[in-house]
Every structure is written in C-alpha cells, then in structure tokens.
C-alpha cells in the first residue's frame, strides 16, 4: 500500500522556490494500477520520484505499508526501496553489457548469491517474453524491447511496488499496446500494486482502476477510471477525454440544433450499455433522435458508451423522453445551456 500525506516539494532556481507538487494525497492499495496525467510541467515526475525518495518531499508523508519512509534510518529505508521497482521513458539500460547482464548486475549488487542468478534472470526474461535475447546488447533490441528488458529488470528484484514514468511515451501506439498488457499481466499475475505517470488517456484508459489529474502541482480532479470518463467535472479531464473521443461539437452548431429540440450527451456504463435505449424512445414519445457523434470506450473495469444526439420534438416530449432516458440509467447531459 502506498499512501500520500500532503506531499509538497519545492525547488530552487535562480533565488526563486518553484513549488513542483503542492500538497497531493493519494492512497493505493496493494493490487491496484492507478494513473496520474497532466500536461508537460504538471508534476508528475517530481510526485513519483518523492514516492521513493529519489526526490525528497519539502513537506508531508510517504508511507509505503504503513512506514514512513522520511523517518527510516538508511538500513531500513533500503530494505524498503528494495520493494519498489522502477522503469522509465528512455529504459535507462547499460549499452555496453548484454541483456543477461543488465538484469544480473543489479541482481549482484543487491546480494542475490552467484548460484541463484542464472535461474532468476532466465525467470524473468521469460516472463517478458525475451528468453532468447539474453546474449544480445540494447543496440540490438527495438524501443519495446528494450523496454521489456527493463521491465524484466525491475521484477528480477522482486518489488512489489512498481513505478512507471511515462513508460511507453517513447514508443508506437502497436508497442504501447503491448507493454501496457505486459504491465497488466504482471499485475494480475504477480499482484504487483503499480502507480504510473503518462500524458496518454490511452494509457489510463487501458490498465488503470483509479486515475489523478495533476496541474500546477496539484491534483484538479480524481476517482475511479469508470467514474472519470463517465463524468468528468474539471476541463483539463474534458480536454484529455477528447484526446481519445470526439466529445465536442462546435458551439454554433449546438446553439442552431438547440432551436428545434435538445442536443443531449447521453452516456451509457455498464447494464445501460446494453439497452436499445433511442430506438425505445422514438417509439414511446414523439420526438426524433438524430446521432451526432458515439463511441464506446473500453475501460479496463467496464465501458463507458457515449452518444451526442438531437432530439428533435416539442419541449413536453423531449421532457418525457429525458426521463425515461434518465430512468433506464443513462446519464444526461444538455449541451448548449439549454434546459428542455
Ligand atoms: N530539479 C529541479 N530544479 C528546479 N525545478 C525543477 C526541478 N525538477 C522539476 N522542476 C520544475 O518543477 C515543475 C514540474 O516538473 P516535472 O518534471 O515534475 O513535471 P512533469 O509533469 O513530469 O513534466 P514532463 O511531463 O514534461 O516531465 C516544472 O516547472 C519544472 O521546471
């Protein structure tokens, strides 16, 4: 488990504080996968580095399983470190040694004895899927590979925490896929509790349980993936949600269609997703829905469906046809400032 107590770290450049993360909580608990996303400058890498003191907090807590790690003698705080793994944008391997020994050195160096090693990295090579790249160098692996390797690296050591800084954002969409289903694998399949920090809603929106929006140091808005996307209340979470969903219509093209009905986003999670909700609502009420833009997300506890329609009537029917829309389940949203 990992938790934030009003964590802030300030820096000072050129007689200026610059305050990087400002006063963030967080809680995880052991197995979950949770997301922080924010713009360049946002934080996000001053915040994970304090969760292993690789940056050390101005002020606030961190505990990891309960310990307060700015209160651990050296000993103690190593001891703790060693359950926490960490992979990076540009996978930080050493060029000059084989695949086999940029996981068998960190391995030496934390005391795994001589006999163990042989097994423990082909262990973990396997589970990465790299078990026959062991004599090859960095140079010779592509970016998701490469990224593989240092994944492999990382769980050699046996953490059970692992942090991930922006760990796909150097890689395509086909790879990022797959290392993001590499990171879910072993969270399933290890019980590894994983915080990661990306710029990419993709991301979020594929591995995590719980996401945080950072700005200017803090965090803006938070809760549950479903929740999130179902919802999103801050316009920075609008903003990254569009990044991956046509969500928006022009402000002139709700304003002409507002003038013949209700230009409505109706957003769909779980059971709803399921109904033939407008098909039920034509017939019921006389009012025409026309679709303007959908599209479904799969989230990695649910799905999310999202439909921007016109219903096209007069005010009492598309009144009628809000509730029932409202009743079945399906969240309501009017665009443009009107109310039918
Ligand atoms: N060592 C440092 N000294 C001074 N200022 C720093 C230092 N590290 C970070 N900052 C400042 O803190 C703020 C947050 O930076 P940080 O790198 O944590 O943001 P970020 O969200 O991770 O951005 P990016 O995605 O571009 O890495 C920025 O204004 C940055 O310039």
Redesign the pocket.
Known sequence: MIELKNVRKS?F?NKQE?T?VDGVNMTINAGEIHGVI?Y????????IRCVNLLETPTEGEVLINGKNLLKLSSSELREVRSKVGMIFQHFNLLKTVTVYENIAIPLKLSGVPKSELKERVEKYLKIVGLEDRASNYPSQLSGGQKQRVAIARALSLEPTILLSD?ATSALDPETTESILDLLLKINRELGITILL?T?EMNVIQKICDHVYV?ENGSVVEQGSTIDLFTSPQHSTTQKFLNTISQRQLSDSLVESLNVTGAVTRLTFVGAATGKPALAEVSKKFSVTPNILTANIIELKNGIVGNIVVHLEGDKNAILDALKYLEQSGIRIEQLGGRQA
């Open positions: 820096f450049s610059i990087a924010g360049s400058g946002a934080g996000k890498s001053t915040l922006e920090i710029h950072m």
